[in-house]
């Protein structure tokens, strides 16, 4: 069974930070990556950071410096911790990890960054 399961996110003042934590069945966390992903209104998904099993890093150009993606592989947990939050990274936030060429996503979570 897949299961990735999502916890944190929720309302925060612009200039704030938010943590993101994902934790994931075996099965999809031993494969090689595993991604944040966002969706805004009327926007598409897209990729906001990405970690290897082996801990190398992807970022999107407007994360940069400010969110930095995590992995424990004891736990079989992603995380993202996100700094300097701006009112256009509110969007719902989705972890997501693959299994040959199946993609999976967790039930996704809300940001919201407002004053």
């Known amino acids: 069974q897949v299961q990735l399961v999502q916890s944190g996110g929720g309302l925060v003042q612009p200039g704030g930070s938010l943590k993101l934590s994902c934790a994931a069945s075996?099965?999809?966390?031993?494969?090689?990556?595993m991604g944040w992903y966002r969706q805004a209104p009327g926007n598409q998904r897209e990729l906001v950071a990405e970690?290897?099993?082996?801990?190398?890093?992807n970022y999107a150009d407007s994360v940069k410096g400010r969110f930095t993606v995590s992995r424990d592989n004891a736990k079989n947990t992603v995380y993202l911790l996100m700094n300097s939050l701006k009112p256009e990274d509110t969007a719902v936030y989705y972890c997501?990890?693959?299994?040959?060429?199946?993609?999976?996503w967790g039930q996704g979570t809300q940001v919201t960054v407002s004053s």
């Open positions: 075996a099965n999809i966390f031993s494969g090689n990556v």
């Open positions: 997501s990890g693959s299994i040959a060429l199946t993609k999976y």
């Open positions: 970690i290897s099993r082996w801990y190398s890093t």
